[in-house]
């Protein structure tokens, strides 16, 4: 079975600065995939950036990009530049190896706020 | 990209009555669908996964003659609540992956808010 965590509640950050976004995950197969999702308040679920396990390099999409360090299980979304429109709650999802990219485990999601 | 239409966008209907939610792959086929609960400032738990031509697969938890799934076709998959409670009252979001190479994600519904008073 597959396990995201993230610790998160809620984050603050100051509109042009940097935040992290931190998740963690459990599995046990070899070959699976990390994604971000953003939803803000009307539901929608907004796809960010996705990482694959056998990734080399951290994936990078625009102002998003993927810390991801394997052997601590930990697969963090770094948001530079943070803009007001940014705010809403952020989704570390996994699928695992094998499924379908739409069969995810979410974690707990953080709501980042951006302040002008 | 793809897209995937949701309909309705939000339902209020009175207890003990169902209700039908259609999620549609409008530009791909779409050989499974997945279908998701969210409670509010919750997370996203997976429901079942509704496979086209043949029986969806539940998650383990979830009532399979409460939450009817119907995947007729290669571009539709229906949820229905059947005698809605309030309890039942929740975000419902369907996805579904093209299965091309070249797309990495999952392509969610606009999602459906659910009332039941």
């Known amino acids: 079975a597959q396990k995201i965590t993230q610790t998160q509640p809620g984050m603050f950050v100051q509109e042009k600065e940097a935040v992290t976004l931190d998740c963690t995950y459990d599995?046990?197969?070899?070959?699976?995939?990390l994604f971000w999702y953003k939803q803000p308040s009307s539901g929608e679920m907004i796809f960010l950036i996705y990482?694959?396990?056998?990734?080399?390099q951290n994936a990078t999409e625009g102002r998003y990009s993927l810390n991801f360090q394997k052997a601590r299980k930990s697969a963090n979304l770094v948001i530079s530049a943070s803009q007001l429109g940014d705010s809403a709650m952020y989704f570390c999802?996994?699928?695992?190896?094998?499924?379908?990219?739409?069969?995810?485990?979410f974690g707990q999601g953080t709501i980042l706020t951006v302040h002008p | 990209g793809a897209v995937v239409s949701q309909h309705p966008s939000w339902v209020i209907c009175k207890s003990g009555t169902s209700v039908k939610i259609e999620c549609r792959s409008l530009?791909?086929?779409?050989?499974?669908m997945f279908w998701y609960r969210q409670f509010p400032k919750q997370s996203l738990m997976l429901m079942a996964t509704?496979?086209?031509?043949?029986?969806?697969?539940?998650e383990q938890g979830v009532e399979k003659d409460k939450f009817l799934i119907n995947h007729a076709s290669l571009t539709l998959s229906t949820l229905t609540v059947t005698s809605a409670h309030p309890e039942d009252s929740s975000f419902y979001i369907c996805?579904?992956?093209?299965?091309?190479?070249?797309?990495?994600?999952?392509?969610f519904g606009q999602g459906t808010r659910l009332t039941v008073v």
């Open positions: 996805s579904a992956d093209t299965g091309r190479d070249r797309d990495t994600e999952a392509f």
């Open positions: 599995t046990s197969d070899p070959s699976y995939g």
């Open positions: 990482q694959g396990s056998y990734d080399q």
């Open positions: 999802a996994m699928s695992a190896g094998g499924t379908s990219y739409g069969k995810l485990t």
């Open positions: 530009d791909f086929q779409a050989t499974t």
């Open positions: 509704s496979n086209e031509g043949s029986k969806a697969t539940y």
